[in-house]
T-cell receptor
Framework: GAVVSQHPSRVICKSGTSVKIECRSL??????MFWYRQFPKKSLMLMAT?????????EQGVEKDKFLINHASLTLSTLTVTSAHPEDSSFYIC??????????????FGEGSWLTVV | AQSVTQPDIHITVSEGASLELRCNYS??????LFWYVQSPGQGLQLLLK??????LVQGIKGFEAEFKRSQSSFNLRKPSVHWSDAAEYFC?????????????FGKGTMLLVSP
């Protein structure tokens, strides 16, 4: 089946620095990838939709200058948390879908990345 | 606006007993419904999905779910729970967002399995 992989799985960074998380679709081309954030014991919150070759679409309330998304190829999207602060500490999950966009598309998730800002 | 409600935050089930996790949705059109499972610190794994047709859907790991339009529900069931089923379960509805398919998730139900 389709596989989506994230790297790193865990990262610790100092406050004020930037950190990059990669999301790869391993056996299919994903024109669209999604980035979610999950707070402890909470559901997933969609942050942005990453489109290959164009600017990402951010959800309301998500700072686009803080969470930079680049979808450089059909198999890779990156999320960069800039000038990280402790409140950015969270579990970040990416997902991707294959096939034509549609509400019934199966969406595959990465393993997630734990970010801790100290 | 679409929404998904999972009324139970936690459920504890004895190993070997049956399980039912509740999910109610609110969606203006024909819903596309999903159940995902998340083990601690891990990503999400798709258990099953409903698009159309037979309202009883079979998934992986022995799970099934039944779509009931009259009740706006898509409850997840398993006849005999194993200790390895302990995890968080998310119900989701597929929707279009600015031309792209995405998911709206419920808040999840944590399943605890007792010996």
């Amino acid at each position: 089946g389709a596989v989506v992989s994230q790297h790193p799985s865990r990262v610790i960074c100092k406050s004020g620095t930037s950190v990059k998380i990669e999301c790869r679709s391993l056996d299919f081309q994903a024109t669209t990838m999604f980035w979610y954030r999950q707070f402890p014991k909470k559901s997933l919150m969609l942050m942005a939709t990453s489109n290959e070759g164009s600017k990402a679409t951010y959800e309301q309330g998500v700072e686009k200058d803080k969470f930079l998304i680049n979808h450089a190829s059909l198999t890779l999207s990156t999320l960069t948390v800039t000038s990280a602060h402790p409140e950015d500490s969270s579990f970040y999950i990416c997902s991707a879908s294959s096939g034509r966009p549609g509400p019934g598309n199966t969406i595959y998730f990465g393993e997630g990345s734990w970010l801790t800002v100290v | 606006a679409q929404s998904v409600t999972q009324p139970d935050i936690h459920i504890t089930v004895s190993e070997g007993a049956s399980l039912e996790l509740r999910c109610n949705y609110s969606y203006g059109a024909t819903p596309y419904l999903f159940w995902y499972v998340q083990s601690p610190g891990q990503g999400l794994q798709l258990l099953l999905k409903y698009f159309s047709g037979d309202t009883l859907v079979q998934g992986i790991k022995g799970f099934e779910a039944e779509f009931k339009r009259s009740q706006s529900s898509f409850n997840l069931r398993k006849p005999s729970v194993h200790w390895s089923d302990a995890a968080e379960y998310f119900c989701a509805v597929g929707r279009m967002n600015s031309g792209y398919s995405t998911l709206t998730f419920g808040k999840g139900t944590m399943l605890l399995v007792s010996p």
